[in-house]
Antibody
Framework: EVQLVETGGGLIQPGGSLRLSCAASGFTVSSNYMSWVRQAPGKGLEWVSVIYSDGRTYYTDSVKGRFTISRDNSKNTVYLQMNSLRAEDTAVYYC??????????????WGQGTLVTVSS | DIQMTQSPSTLSASVGDRVTITCRASQSISGWLAWYQQKPGKAPKLLIYEASSLESGVPSRFSGSGSGTEFTLTISSLQPDDFATYYCQQYNSYWTFGQGTKVEIK
């Protein structure tokens, strides 16, 4: 059974840093496209970042230069390092596993989410 | 960037109603579209992928159609468990979600 468990959320002051973790089971993260998706309170879903199976990484414009996605194959875990946090980064962050055909992959599996609150 | 626009934003319906939600893409995405259902405090759940393919375990009252820039999600007979927010998502070029459609009890 596929499982994704996010940890690392919490209350952080503006300008601070936080690292989210996504521990996966039931599949191998290095063989899949793994993404982070966030949802601000009362708002819709926003894709944040992806790490492809070949290691390439991409980010939505609003987090470029501040967030870094990575993975540890030995721990089957994906990370999101978030620096220079802003109030507008406040959201529930979901880890997702994409499946599909070639470069066209949708989010079949989702974690339960972890809340990040940026506030002084 | 590809923008996704859903309509309506809110839909009031009764159990047993046929419900249709529309999603428009700002440019052609072929059939690379998914639909998700989200209930309060829960993660989104995949319903439909490739515009019209039903995810395993999803009831057959859910169906999707469309290609290019116009897509629809239809619930043939609304059930109590279906009151939720629905999102479309393009995955032709990275990933973009629609703003969501909340289906509420009439």
């Amino acid at each position: 059974e596929v499982q994704l468990v996010e940890t690392g959320g919490g209350l952080i002051q503006p300008g601070g840093s936080l690292r989210l973790s996504c521990a996966a089971s039931g599949f191998t993260v290095s063989s899949n496209y793994m993404s982070w998706v966030r949802q601000a309170p009362g708002k819709g879903l926003e894709w944040v970042s992806v790490i492809y199976s070949d290691g390439r990484t991409y980010y939505t414009d609003s987090v470029k230069g501040r967030f870094t996605i990575s993975r540890d194959n030995s721990k089957n875990t994906v990370y999101l390092q978030m620096n220079s946090l802003r109030a507008e980064d406040t959201a529930v962050y979901y880890c997702t596993r994409a499946v599909g055909r070639g470069d066209f992959e949708y989010f079949q599996h989702w974690g339960q989410g972890t809340l990040v609150t940026v506030s002084s | 960037d590809i923008q996704m626009t859903q309509s309506p934003s809110t839909l009031s319906a009764s159990v047993g109603d046929r419900v249709t939600i529309t999603c428009r893409a700002s440019q052609s995405i072929s059939g690379w579209l998914a639909w998700y259902q989200q209930k309060p405090g829960k993660a989104p759940k995949l319903l439909i992928y490739e515009a019209s393919s039903l995810e395993s375990g999803v009831p057959s009252r859910f169906s999707g159609s469309g290609s290019g820039t116009e897509f629809t999600l239809t619930i043939s007979s609304l059930q109590p468990d279906d009151f939720a927010t629905y999102y479309c998502q393009q995955y032709n070029s990275y990933w973009t979600f629609g703003q969501g459609t909340k289906v509420e009890i009439k």
